[in-house]
């Protein structure tokens, strides 16, 4: 089969697997908001459903184009929302109490896939198409094609730091997620669907110990990007926009387990504390490549 | 004495180590939205100086237009340097401390002696109140048919599917110790050891470390002097860069991916050290070399260097290679603007690879030349490869040769191994931290006439909720397990 071919059916799995995640998304919701009980089930296996043309989509383009799914700004959103899922799950299976905080989780992984789809470049394609009546011939066209792996991608170093980025993104969404959890059971604790969760000092702790996980996977993150530029470049550490802001959300997270740790800063204060740094790491995976000029922005966008 | 006193409470206080912390995220901050004079060209911070000379004379005094080589900066890092090395320091000696402290390490045969004397002499075991350090339960139990090593054994059983090991005695109080990831009371001391090695790696490399960049055309060697480098960064301590061999490049291959994009590049290099020993590698970006301490890196800049001859009546004919960097698409001629050397002539040219169609392979060269001197053209025109242009009726220009260049990199630091080290270290500590947390169960027998109380505590040096209820579960699995075998009493 065609390349070309096999990106299309890529791009309709995908738009397969959003919509499962939107109507995942809508019940999760309708469980916090409504306290609708059923919902959670629901919401729970429409996302697991999801998966399935998720990963048949991340499987297909990584055959068409010959790489895994983290060179373009589309690959890196859709196989961080693909380890966001599966971390997500895993949790839920672990600690089956945790479900409810998918009506965190979910709606940051569609808000990820909407951009994910959106900036690839088939659809770019059809939707400059769409709009300019095939009149436009340059701009957001001239991103159509498949970007092929430059040389200096390759080695042990890149791959761990790539799985890394990943999995720090998926750990700190569920530390995001019950950080959340705890805030909104500390305030309306009556509430049906909350007291399905674990108590309040358990979402804490959960909160903490996912921040812990990130704050490694940060860590490994920041590391093996170190290594692999010295491998490259020889340098690790040239202070590029994004080294520097990888490594003030490490000294954010620093500081967080720190207070912790010595301050006995816990509870409510913890949990604002971790939406200030997971906003900061946001920043830096979503924000900086496109504002500031990089090294990761030629690979990333 | 007083006063290494006060250094050490004030490096170890919480206050001060927060406040490091955020002293050098802020740092980083300014660091990142500043413009850094290693990031921009000195006409921008010409510019910048005209346009505000106020506010550039505070930025610059204040060195906030070089963040990470300031003196305040670096008084911050040896400051956090000092305050992790005692912290090391402290932690590992508490550690060891509490190490000297344990009775003995416990075997199974100790373990189930203890046992077995306790409920040999009362043989009837009742359940009675218990309590202990940090979590609480109260188990009992009444000894029936069961033998005091099974007993044991299930007791034990219970432990390790916890995942705990009983690994310290305390005759005299008559307590065990279980524990659970033990190498996470490390933890911390390894991370901060970890990240004390990086910040004195890069002090390190900040001091020795050497760095030039050279632009190698195939054919050619590179002798190692101080004006082969095309550009040079040498760290405060460092003098001068002689890596101390040279190195020939035999042949340069880049090599494209159909949509254009360059997928790889390899130099085909011979090393001969001060011996005259030669030595043949491959060199990609992939694949840094090393030799004699020092580390070559495949530049991803490269492209041809065109070969000109000046014929000049009355001279010496002098023959002279401009560089041209290589474009991303093949359709884009390879452009440069510069002026022949000991001349006027300044020279303009577009160079096509291939004249029929576009590639990045020199098959059909030929280049677009504009010649000037004194700001007067002297020629324009298409020459290809081995033709000559007239300048003049007494000057005229060759292209006779079309090679490869490609920028190769040097490092010579030899605190690299000390960074390696402490990434290793700083992640492994992280790890220990946060995934092994360190919990601790201990079991106590108390004799009470003719009641034998079993006691069970459990402390963890993080997520405390967590632990709590995994705690719980021990203890619910205890109180099962010993009322099997008699009666159970618990309140």
Known sequence: ?301 | MLLMQKLKRFLLSRKTVISLICAVGISCLIGSTIPQITRKSPQFFEQWEAGSPRLYYVIDLLQLNQVYTSAWFLILIALAALSLACSVYYQSKTLIKSKATAQREITERSFKDFLALRLVQRPEVRGRKSEARGQKSEVGGRRSEVSVEELADKIKKIFKAGGYRPYLAIEESRCFLFGKNRAGRWGSVIFHLGLLICILAALYGLAFQKKGFVQLKQADTFQGKNEDWQSKSLAVFAANFDPGFQVYLNKFTPSYWENDQIKNLESSLTITDSKGEAREFLLSPAGPIRFQGTKVYQSTHYGYALGFILKKEGSKDVLTDFLLDAQRKKDKPLEGKMDFPTTDYILDMKFYPNLIEPSFYATLPGVDLTVTEKGEQRFKGRVLFSQRARLNSKDSLSFVRIRYWTGLTFVKNCGMPLVYSGFVLSTLGAFLIFMLPYKQVYLKVTEDGNNVQISIGGRSNRYKALFSEEFKELAEDLEKELGKHGNNSVT
């Open chain 1, 1 to 301: 089969m065609e390349t070309i071919q096999l990106l299309k059916y890529e791009v309709i799995l995908h738009w397969v697997a959003l919509f499962f995640y939107l109507f995942s998304t809508i019940f999760f919701i309708r469980h916090v908001t409504f306290k609708h009980e059923k919902s959670l089930k629901v919401g729970l296996r429409l996302a697991l459903i999801g998966m399935i043309p998720h990963t048949i989509a991340l499987g297909v383009r990584w055959y068409a184009v010959g790489h895994g799914p983290y060179l373009q700004q589309m690959e890196s959103f859709s196989s961080t929302v693909w380890v966001s899922m599966v971390m997500f799950l895993v949790c839920v299976y672990k600690v089956p109490r945790l479900k409810s905080i998918g009506f965190v989780i979910l709606p940051c992984c569609l808000a990820m896939m909407i951009l994910g789809i959106i900036s690839n470049p088939w659809v770019s394609d059809q939707l400059a198409q769409a709009l300019d009546h095939g009149r436009l011939e340059k701009g957001i066209y001239a991103r159509a094609g498949v970007a092929k792996v430059p040389p200096t991608f390759c080695g042990v170093w890149f791959v761990i730091h790539i799985t890394f980025t990943v999995i720090a993104v998926g750990a700190i969404l569920i530390s995001l997620g019950t950080a959340i959890f705890y805030l909104l059971k500390k305030k309306k604790s009556e509430n049906v669907c909350y007291k399905r969760l674990p108590s309040l000092e358990a979402l804490d702790a959960y909160s903490y110990k996912y921040a812990g996980f990130g704050f490694i996977s940060w860590t490994i993150m920041v590391v093996s990007g170190a290594l692999w530029a010295e491998q490259s470049w020889g340098r690790y550490w040239g202070w590029d926009p994004i080294e520097t802001w990888a490594l003030i959300t490490l000294l954010l997270f620093g500081i967080y387990l720190h207070l912790r740790r010595f301050f006995k800063w816990q509870g409510e204060k913890a949990a604002w504390f971790i939406v200030v740094c997971i906003a900061f790491a946001i920043a830096t995976m979503f924000v900086i490549p496109f504002v500031m000029t990089t090294v990761h922005s030629q690979y990333f966008l």
